[in-house]
């Protein structure tokens, strides 16, 4: 154990996890409560049975295109997942999970984390522990301002606390 | 150094002399379009946080086109929160007008050299007009609205070059699949794809739009399209709404890779689930079952769409157990198409003509699919339940290979009508 700020298990999935599998159009303006209680379904219809807070998506190449719904990234959160890893990211997802406070790296190893490992991990420093195996890793950190707005919560209440 | 089309449009949008790929700026936002579903019901909330002043109003225009007409109670809530809230802010409002994308090149919104951000992804459509059109989320959109402004990073450009003169039944739509399915779905994420070349200096805004709008389906912030005199003639019958600046990309503009393509030897395309790059020449795929043909939306709802599903058409009968769905991208097309005879050959043949609405193509309503069905469409995605059940499957083709599969009731070739 390292004691970096996340620590959680991974749900693990593939490559183009895409905004219609994360968030279904279905459900986008209903109660937050029922959009995020179907979060994910299209890819593993069990996830918000099996997701607890504080746990970690690990996905491959191209995770969240389609959509530019920032229900995607906020479903995830919602749920209680606390960081997502991927090998690469659609645009518009990258930036809004930003702005709504989900924490996300960029790291290219994910082919030796499976689904239900243990990882604990430092996005400010690039560090990840990977409890279940021993191994650690480094992966490009989130810049300090950028973690700055995820730690605030967001872009709004980022911005609100810039004005006070 | 030359600069790309995409450089020279955020260098006027910045009011900097000039900007690069991979610099970081600030730019003035000409228009804000947000759209019902992810438009006002999730915006006001960030944008009361904000202060709920629109700082530009006469900059912003709200369409509502993906629930209506609606149909259950909550689409008819969200709309209705659209409705109010461009009344108390006094914003324009368009409403069951047909898809935004559509709505905004009509009414004079697509201006050239201009960056125009909207919470829909496919907002890249604009880029047809020589516009930097691109795809936001919601808290951003709420920022646009405080500010008047949004930070983007200068994208690297892909260059596509398409020339020589389209065969017979094969379209834009068959271009860009085929574009897509070599670049790859990420092939071309956070750049600009740019589209040069006679076969698209040749074509009409419709199918330029066609192209433009299935960008982000390779991953891109923008497609863009220079403007020229076809464009000039298209905004000279439509109206504009703010000022245009016309450019083009230097000779000696740095792209970060190029393609070159012979339209002559294309051949009509299918791209299969669940990914648009799983792209296919027709033949690979032709005699495939398929229970219901979709023409409308964004991508393939246009006059020059309908058009070419009723040459295939004419004279013709759907197969039985096949159904064949029409929704004309705008309440302009659904005038036009009654006027030209075209939606009497259509119906004649078997269509069932719809409102204008982004409704099937997003597995909203008036045209979603039960489990084990097939759908051919000319819409833009094929993803894993997008048109309804997770059980079903969307292959994506031109309104051509869509007619003529609806006819034959399997994925059929458009060439052989």
Known sequence: MKGYPIHGKVHKFGDNINT????????????????????????????????????????????????????????????????????????IFYRNAINIGLPILVFEQVDEIRDGDELEIDPILGAIFNITTGREYTCVPLPPNIMELVKDGGLIPHLKKQRQ | MGKTLAEKILAQTCGRPEVSAGEIVTSFVDCLMMDDALGPWFVD?????????????ANVVVISDH???????????????ARRWCEKYGIAYYEGMGPCHQVLGEHGYDMPGTLLVGTDSHTCTAGAFGCFGTGIGSTEAAGVLCTGTIWLRVPESIRVAWNGRLPRRVMAKDLILKTIGDL?????????????????RTMPMDERMCISNMAVE????????????????????????????VFK??????????????????????????????????????????????????????????????????????????????????????????ETGILSILMDAGASILAPTCGACVGLHSGVIAAGERCVSTTNRNFKGRMGSY??????????????????????DPRQY
């Open chain 1, 20 to 91: 219609d599998l994360i968030s279904p159009a279905y459900y986008i303006g209903k109660a937050d409560e029922i959009m995020i209680a179907h979060a994910m379904e299209g890819a593993d219809p069990d996830f918000s049975k099996k997701v607890q807070p504080g746990d970690i998506i690990v996905a491959g190449h191209n995770f969240g295109p389609g959509s530019s719904r920032e229900t995607a990234p906020f479903v995830i959160k919602g749920s209680g997942i606390a960081c997502v890893i991927a090998q690469s990211y659609a645009r």
């Open chain 2, 249 to 338: 990309s230097d000779e000696d503009a740095v792209y970060y890779k190029s393609l070159s393509y012979n339209a002559e030897e294309l051949v009509p395309q299918v791209a299969c689930p669940h990914v648009v790059d799983n792209v296919h020449p027709i033949d690979e795929v032709a005699g495939l079952r398929i229970h219901q043909a979709y023409i409308g939306s964004c991508t393939g709802g246009r006059m020059s769409d309908l058009e070419a599903a009723a040459e295939v058409l004419k004279g013709r009968h759907i197969a039985k157990g096949t159904r064949l769905l029409v929704s004309p991208g705008s309440d302009q097309v659904y005038r036009k198409a009654m």
């Open chain 2, 67 to 81: 629930l209506c007409p609606s149909g259950n109670v909550d689409q008819a809530e969200n709309v209705a929160c």
């Open chain 2, 184 to 200: 790859g779905h990420d092939g071309a994420t956070y750049m600009a794809m740019e589209f040069v070349g006679d076969t698209i």
């Open chain 2, 391 to 412: 059980d079903s499957e969307v292959y994506l083709a031109s309104p051509a290979t869509v007619a003529a599969s609806a006819i034959a009731g399997v994925l059929a």
């Open chain 2, 218 to 245: 390779a991953g891109a912030k923008a497609g863009l399209i220079a403007a020229d005199e076809v464009t000039e003639a298209y905004l000279r019958a439509t109206g504009r709404k703010y000022p245009y600046h």
């Open chain 2, 45 to 57: 909330k960030p944008f009361q946080e904000l202060g709920g002043v629109v700082k530009n109003p």
